[in-house]
């Protein structure tokens, strides 16, 4: 017996987004069969891999299919699977929420996209196909029942704020999508989604790979031979009669089981945005066949569109694993490092066990040998992009950069590989990214280390005092403002033997002994002792009075025009990790660093006279404290006391006045 309809109000930003979706216009409607397909298919794999496992669960694996039923009369569509099916509990929190983090984002970028094909394209990259649905059909009705339960839900929404939901005794293993579809209006791009060639020609683009069959009725008319009457010669006429046979519209062909030159590029692409959930095209397809000891096959893809969850801990699968074609999840984490996660594709080994789980797939010797190859093949794939499709290469390495450079950390069997592919901002060109191979290219003669400045702008990085001696001198400066550049760059020694160096730590000398005879070395050694034994009182005087934030002061070798900067030891932190660290709950004890000084600078030589005739006067401590908050500001760091320097400088330029 049915229990009463009980009716809910959609979360609220689910009924945002449909209120979008119905009202919005989108070029490609078409794209709501694929999804529901996708959907059975899944289901489908699901309840062979549960039967499996579970052997006490008493369901009928023997015809797992997708039928679609069409009514042109009714003017009704149904998607229909026997797979796993949903609870209750499922439906509510699948289909009458959207619990999945990110749909502000989506919201905005649905109302801010210029153009349908544009918001086409959201709609699987944010993974909510089902709701598709509502772009094709007034009306649409779920009927699910899970494997192993007794009682079913009908789920019924017209997708303007409300759903009905109610509990059914006599619903079929599987789940049922009935959708009553909107008037045909080709002007809309709303096609007769009841039409046989459509239907065909939509299964046939989208689905055809599909590893189960389906299903669809149709109608033939044949012709049907009549004998003529009884002791007759004559034969009458044939005449027609209709029957209604079941085709199976898919060819259920295992692209990963096929040579590359019988797939079509665009089967491989419906193929990719099947097992990625997204509507982009893939930027590289990897084919990949191993035999002897691990036989394996692959088919990988690497997006040309970031997923919007790529950075967010629960985001959708990568790999999907299937051991001799039988699928066993969907999200393989073992088969591809972290920073490769935005990897697609399919594996099917054949030498695993069927009734493998995740604790055994973490010490399996199998899994982590083909881990390994997949790896080193994507890597090598990218190096190919990047020397031969530079274009494709900036477009790869703009959506999937931050990530990749994840494995600088991560992954130093493969640290060179990754090196190699890499791409970094640099003071050689404003708009385009370089490569560590072309700036060892580019170095002057004379230089030993690969120069880097880390920072969150560019803009902060190019206006730092730290970069004022390199752009006199036109040294190249890698400029790295990704947060995980903070990570990886400390703990890289060198590329292509020449060490990676902060020129915001420790100290820099530019200075260019070639071509400097003895004599010239001795006599700019002696100027530099001379300069230093003339700062030594302000220098030492500095590192007293400043005592609660620096360690020392020097006369500094980086500074053309500022008067001062902070430095950091060769080892210690940068003010931005140290920033990373506390954003994070960590607490760091407070650090010091290195106050440098620019002996040419007319305050820094004002400050040293002034030092020299009026001691310990309280207005030279007061500019000691200006001249050091100036250099927090400088390097684009915070002040600890704002008001205090506020203050100082406030009546220090009243002074002015």
């Known amino acids: 017996m049915s229990t009463p309809v009980e009716e809910r109000e959609f979360q609220a930003e689910t009924r945002q987004l449909l209120d979008l979706m119905v009202h919005s216009v989108y070029s490609n409607k078409d794209s709501f069969l694929r999804e529901l397909v996708s959907n059975a298919s899944d289901a489908l794999d699901k309840l062979r891999l549960q039967a499996f496992q579970d052997k006490d669960l008493e369901v009928d694996t023997s015809d797992l299919h997708i039928t679609i039923e069409r009514d042109t009369e009714t003017r009704t569509l149904t998607i229909r699977d026997n797979g796993i099916g949903m609870s209750r509990d499922d439906v509510v929190g699948l289909i009458g929420t959207l619990a999945r983090s990110g749909t502000a984002e989506l919201r905005k970028k649905l109302a801010d ?34 494997a192993g339960e007794s009682e079913g839900t009908r789920w019924r929404s017209t997708g303007e704020g409300t759903y009905t939901i109610e509990t059914v005794a006599d619903a079929p293993q599987g789940t049922s999508v009935i959708l009553e579809l909107k008037p045909t209006d080709t002007d809309d791009h709303l096609y007769d989604y009841t039409s046989e060639s459509k239907i065909r020609e939509l299964v046939k683009r989208y689905s055809d790979f599909i590893a189960w069959p389906i299903r669809m009725d149709v109608e033939r008319t044949e012709k049907v031979e009549n004998e003529g009457a009884e002791g007759s010669d004559d ?4 005449t027609e009669r209709t029957v209604v046979t079941t085709e199976t519209l898919n ?15 665009e089967e491989y692409t419906e193929f990719y945005r099947h097992v990625s959930h997204g509507w982009d095209e893939p930027l590289e397809t990897i084919s990949l066949k191993a035999e002897g000891t691990f036989e394996y096959q692959a088919l990988l893809f690497i997006p040309s569109q970031a997923p919007f969850d790529l950075f967010m801990r629960e ?39 069927l009734n493998v789980s995740r604790e055994i797939l973490q010490q ?22 990047k020397s031969s499709r530079p274009d494709d290469y900036d477009t790869l390495w703009a959506e999937f950069g931050r990530a990749l450079k994840e494995g600088l950390l991560s992954d130093q069997d493969n640290r060179d590989a990754l090196l190699k592919i890499s791409s970094f901002a640099s003071t050689n060109d404003p708009e385009k990214l370089t490569g560590l191979e072309d700036y060892v290219s580019r170095m002057k003669p004379g230089q ?21 001696a390199f752009r006199a001198k036109g040294i190249e400066v890698l400029l790295l403002g990704d947060p995980v550049d903070e990570m990886w760059v400390g703990s890289i020694p060198d590329f292509d033997g020449k060490p990676l160096r902060s020129i915001a730590k420790g100290e820099v000398d530019l200075d260019d002994d070639a071509g400097k005879s003895e004599d010239e070395k001795k006599e700019a050694e002696a100027e530099k002792a001379e300069r230093g034994k003339a700062f030594a009182d302000l ?13 020392e002061t020097r006369l500094s070798t980086r500074l053309t ?3 001062a900067c902070l430095v950091g030891d060769t080892f210690s932190f940068s003010p931005q990790m140290e920033k990373l660290y506390r954003a994070s709950g960590q607490v760091l004890p407070p650090s010091k660093r290195i106050l440098e000084l620019n002996p040419d600078h007319p305050l820094v030589v004002a400050l040293q006279q002034a030092r020299a005739g009026k001691g310990d006067d309280q207005s030279l401590v007061d500019t000691a404290h200006l001249l050091y908050g100036m250099a927090v500001i400088a390097e684009g760091s915070e002040l600890t006391d704002p008001a205090k320097f506020a203050k100082l400088l406030a009546d220090r330029l009243a002074q002015t006045v």
């Open 539 to 551: 220098t030492a005087w500095l590192t007293t009075t400043l005592d609660e934030n620096v360690k």
């Open 561 to 563: 025009d500022s008067p």
């Open 113 to 146: 996209a210029q153009d349908s094909a544009a918001s086409a394209d959201l709609i699987g990259q944010f993974g909510i196909g089902f709701y598709s649905t509502f772009m094709v059909a007034d009306t649409v009705t779920l009927l699910t029942r899970k």
């Open 235 to 238: 034969t009458a006429e044939p």
């Open 315 to 353: 985001r959708a699968g990568g790999i999907h694993l299937y051991v001799k074609r039988v699928f066993i999840m969907d999200d393989c984490e073992e088969l591809m490092p972290e920073y490769l996660r935005f990897v697609k594709g399919v594996v099917d080994a054949a030498d695993l066990s």
């Open 364 to 385: 399996d010797r199998q899994i982590r040998a083909i881990r390994r190859r997949l790896t080193k093949k994507v890597l090598a794939t990218i190096s190919d992009i």
């Open 251 to 265: 060819s259920m062909k295992a692209l990963w089981a096929r040579s590359k030159d019988e797939v079509t590029d």
């Open 448 to 468: 030993s280390e690969i120069y880097y400045i880390t920072g969150e702008t560019r803009q902060a990085m190019e206006n730092s005092p730290h970069m004022e």
